[in-house]
């Protein structure tokens, strides 16, 4: 790469403007890797990323930098700021290499990139939304939706965690999947790496007994500002600093020694801005209301992280960018930690609470941004141990001897201090101890994300954040009384972070599980699809709880207020539109019988598998996969809806008035109005109800049955167990087909162990709904065993048979077969060799989690795409013209 080169590029991406040195020498290196960003707060670090990663992949088309770009940020309230500028960067690209941007926020309108595995993107979101989805337990988004982010975040991505000084344990839990993805290296089908960046990172952060053997690789060589490079600009702002000492309970004397701060400030270029920034939610409303009874002249604004993105959209245009920043503006914006990055606004005056001197830093930069000068006061505010919340006593101490001791906190300054410091004065003003430690077996146990029989997972809350800091996602909605809400998704514009812990005390009795008297709420049942009744226990970090508008807590221009009584207004409906594809999706997504993606023309399955099988091929062959690879894929696809043949599936489909059934029983596809619910999942004949039914298992146990007939010794069957079995009393049974095996079959017949079991897999998990863990889910416990075959598995049960069926167009139909639920038992089966759980513990040995989940993710978007295909299927073509 020229200098030149790259200057160019960015000049056209951000309309003229020149890079720094900085950014010109991090995006010299034409290898992507593992890395860290020490550059102070105003210098381009948004811009320096974006475009390095831009150039290197979209520009050169260097398949060494990972497609995806995920962007982690510690607060909500810079997630779309970051987006806002993403987009216009991403605005300059050529149409044919511009990356798709998108916000990872949950809701309904949570964006579609996963199902183009193969082309760029840039995903933005908070350290609750990507961590959680990096966890396979992505909150807010669809449970069966987990498998596939979490492979797409996992393999061919390069991230970015943005201002890692506020994440606390989630810069612990980011290094540690780093280092379980080096582990994994030579295992993974795609890179990926990971940049962590802050004005004030200390190499040592990243340092644990995991992290230990990379740890040198990815600090070496820190992309930084050389100190003869320092000079200049805003190397040359001085911010004069004081400080004070304000108890906790004084707001109005607060209040008044801001408007005097305010008042010494003159209009300039950039007009007349006071930032105030609190610790806490709590104390920023407060200090708002106690200003507003001070009738200020200013422009008061409140900004914090409690809000739904509806009304934070409305700040980056009004007041958070630089072009509100002019001469003639007169504000006051009192904010919490959500300012200390990204949020691109120079404040002639910052007012700031004692805190954490990472934190104070970051406070630093905002303001006098653009240049000039600035002033900054220091405001203690600890009345004892406990006022230092949501910090530690012994962090503020720190800094504040620190802040004593300075009078200029400008960037050039505050580096010189940082160079003068000895290692024990670093360690007490950079400590870093995180709470957990995310482990290596932890990781691979959270690959299976089958819920036990209520539902519950594993929380991986303390992984992401520590303390009260853990969220769950609130929404308003009008509901009559009495009535739950019913088959409503929210939007992700509707949705509201709250701390778990505060939400309960707010909607549920004290220490008690039921709501309050009068409370009216719920939450998403994924096991029956519908919103029940939420309790106490219920509301967990990641979940997403509905509340009736009359129940109150919220007020657009404070944000969540526990203590508000009147109705929340709702989101208008004309700022809430998805297009019904993309609703079909999500619920599809979200419960575990639901089938929406089969409500299309009709089709039949040999039409609808030979279209998946073409969208695999395409998929792997654009990301790289080899070929063997592609091979296996496009043998999944062919037999991923195999299942669909079972009566149980085959009646769900019925006719009606406008639209009789067609008269075939090899059908994938019709439309929604001949799925009535009441049929769901029972025979034709009426015979037999089986509401827990999965295809997707029946197709995987037809490839068993299979076996069985062609060739029971296979080395995936019983081959390695045949002398084991004979001396247990097994006789091995034969062949139990003569003729030649079908082409399909003949393809499945020549996989090793391993390929076969790679396959199944994949054939098992498309819907992300059958895992790991394959046992009866609570519906089949309700099933009447009546000649004792026992109870149904996703509902099938031992015995059901697959019909003959064709699954490739020209090619002669499968042969019925009968189905074992062998694979499930635990241990060694003498009719199926070892189980389903051994086999998919093989799987992640061998290719490693995250590789694992990334083809399975392939093969769930081929399906996805094929589905909403509109071609003809020419058997019923055929069939409706003799």
Same mark, same amino acid.
């Given at each position: 790469m020229s200098e030149q080169d790259f200057s160019t590029f960015f000049g056209t991406l951000t309309e003229g403007m020149t890079p720094h040195d900085w950014q010109v020498e991090l995006a010299k290196d034409p290898s992507c890797r593992n890395r860290?960003?020490?550059?102070?707060t105003g210098l381009g670090k948004t811009f320096g990323v974006l475009c390095a990663w831009a150039y290197h992949r979209l520009c050169r088309g260097d398949d060494r930098w990972p497609r995806r770009l995920v962007w982690c940020l510690p607060m909500r309230v810079l997630v779309e700021q970051t987006a806002h500028v993403a987009r216009e960067l991403a605005g300059q690209i050529p149409e044919q290499q511009r990356p798709i941007v998108h916000i990872a926020m949950g809701g309904e309108d949570s964006?579609?990139?996963?199902l183009h595995p193969e082309k760029p993107a840039v995903i933005i979101g908070t350290q609750d939304m990507l961590l959680s989805r990096a966890l396979n337990r992505g909150y807010a988004s669809a449970r069966a939706r987990w498998p596939m982010e979490f492979g797409l975040h996992n393999q061919d991505a390069l991230w970015v965690m943005d201002e890692v000084q506020l994440m606390d344990v989630g810069l612990a839990t980011s290094a540690q999947l780093q280092a379980f993805r080096d582990q994994d290296s030579k295992k993974h089908l795609r890179p990926c790496f990971t940049w962590w960046m802050s004005a004030t990172l200390q190499p040592d952060w990243l340092k644990s007994v995991d992290t230990e053997p990379y740890h040198q690789a990815w600090v070496q060589n820190p992309c930084e500002v050389p100190a003869d490079q320092r000079t200049g600009g805003l190397w040359n702002i001085v911010k004069q600093a004081t400080t004070d000492t304000i108890l906790p309970d004084k707001h109005s004397e607060l209040a008044k020694r801001i408007l005097e701060e305010h008042a010494k400030l003159s209009d300039g270029e950039f007009g007349k801005i006071t930032l105030v920034v609190c610790n806490t939610v709590e104390r920023a409303r407060q200090t708002f209301e106690a200003l507003q009874k001070q009738n200020p002249l200013a422009d008061l604004r409140l900004v914090h992280s409690r809000f739904r993105p509806v009304e934070r959209e409305k700040w980056r245009d009004e007041f958070l960018n630089k072009d509100a920043c002019h001469s003639g503006v007169d504000r006051?914006?009192?904010?919490?930690?959500?300012v200390e990055a990204g949020v691109d606004i120079s404040a002639g005056c910052l007012v700031t609470e004692l805190a954490p001197w990472p934190s104070l830093v970051q406070r630093f930069g905002r303001c006098a941004r653009y240049g000039g000068s600035g002033s900054v006061l220091v405001i203690d505010r600890r009345k004892n141990t406990e006022d230092a919340a949501p910090y530690r006593s012994e962090e503020l101490e720190s800094a504040w001897d620190t802040i004593q001791q300075l009078r200029d906190v400008g960037i050039k300054a505050l580096e010189a201090?940082?160079?003068?410091?000895?290692?024990?004065?670093?360690?007490?003003?950079?400590?870093?101890?995180?709470?957990?430690?995310?482990?290596?077996?932890?990781?691979d146990e959270l690959f299976d994300t089958t819920p036990d029989l209520t539902g519950a997972d594993l929380d991986i809350s303390r992984f992401i954040r520590s303390g009260e800091e853990r969220d769950l996602q609130v929404f308003w909605l009008e509901i009559e009384a009495d009535k739950p809400p019913v088959d409503y998704k929210p939007h992700r514009r509707e949705l509201c972070a709250i701390p778990f812990l505060k939400a309960r005390d707010w909607l549920c009795e004290k220490d008690k599980s039921k709501l309050r008297n009068g409370n009216r709420a719920w939450i998403w049942d994924w096991l029956d699809g519908e919103w029940k009744t939420a309790t106490r226990e219920a509301m967990l970090p990641g979940r997403v709880v509905c509340v009736a508008s009359d129940c109150g807590g919220y007020r657009p221009d404070r944000g969540f207020d526990a203590e508000w009584s009147e109705s929340v207004p709702p989101v208008a409906d004309a700022e809430l539109a998805v297009d019904a594809v993309t609703q079909a999706l999500e619920e599809a997504d979200d419960q575990q019988d639901g089938e929406q993606l089969s409500f299309n023309p009709w089709k039949t399955i040999?039409?609808?598998?030979?279209?998946?099988?073409?969208?695999?091929?395409?998929?792997a062959a654009a990301v790289g996969l080899d070929e063997s690879l592609q091979k296996l894929l496009e043998l999944a696809a062919l037999w991923h809806d195999w299942g669909k043949s079972h009566p149980a599936f085959q009646g769900s489909i019925r006719g009606n008035d406008f639209e009789p059934r067609l008269n075939r029983y090899d059908l994938a596809k019709a439309p929604d109005r001949c799925w009535p619910k009441r049929f769901r999942y029972r025979y034709l004949d009426d015979s037999e109800t089986r509401p827990a039914f999965r295809h997707e298992l029946a197709s995987a146990l037809g490839l068993f049955a299979l076996l069985e007939l062609y060739a029971p010794t296979h080395g995936a069957l019983l081959g390695p167990w045949v002398e084991v079995l004979g001396k247990l009393g097994h006789t091995v049974p034969n062949v139990q087909v003569s003729s030649p095996p079908h082409p399909l079959i003949e393809r499945l017949l020549k996989c090793t162990a391993e390929e076969f079991d790679l396959v199944a897999y994949l054939v098992a998990s498309h819907h992300g709904k059958v895992r790991v863990g394959l046992h009866a889910a609570p519906k089949d416990q309700d099933y009447r065993d009546?000649? =004792?075959?026992? +109870? /149904?598995?996703?509902?099938?049960?031992? =015995?059901?048979? +697959? /019909?003959s069926v064709a699954l490739v167009p020209g090619e002669p139909p499968i042969p019925e077969v009968t189905l074992t639920l062998s694979p499930a038992a635990v241990g060694l089966s003498c009719r199926t060799g070892v189980s389903w759980r051994e086999r998919c513990i093989g799987l992640m040995e061998r290719h490693g989690p995250a590789a694992l989940a990334f083809l399975e993710?392939?093969?769930?978007?081929?399906?996805?795409r094929a589905s909403r295909l509109t071609t003809n299927d020419p058997a019923l073509a055929m069939e409706s013209n003799p």
């Open positions: 860290i960003i020490r550059i102070p964006g579609e990139w996963f006051i914006i009192v904010a919490t930690q959500v201090h940082e160079a003068s410091l000895d290692a024990n004065r670093r360690q007490r003003l950079y400590p870093y101890n995180p709470a957990h430690l995310l482990l290596r077996k932890e990781f040999s039409c609808h598998t030979k279209e998946v099988a073409d969208e695999a091929k395409t998929i009546n000649d =004792g075959q026992g +109870l /149904p598995i996703r509902g099938i049960r031992e =015995g059901d048979r +697959l /019909p993710a392939i093969l769930r978007a081929a399906d996805v």
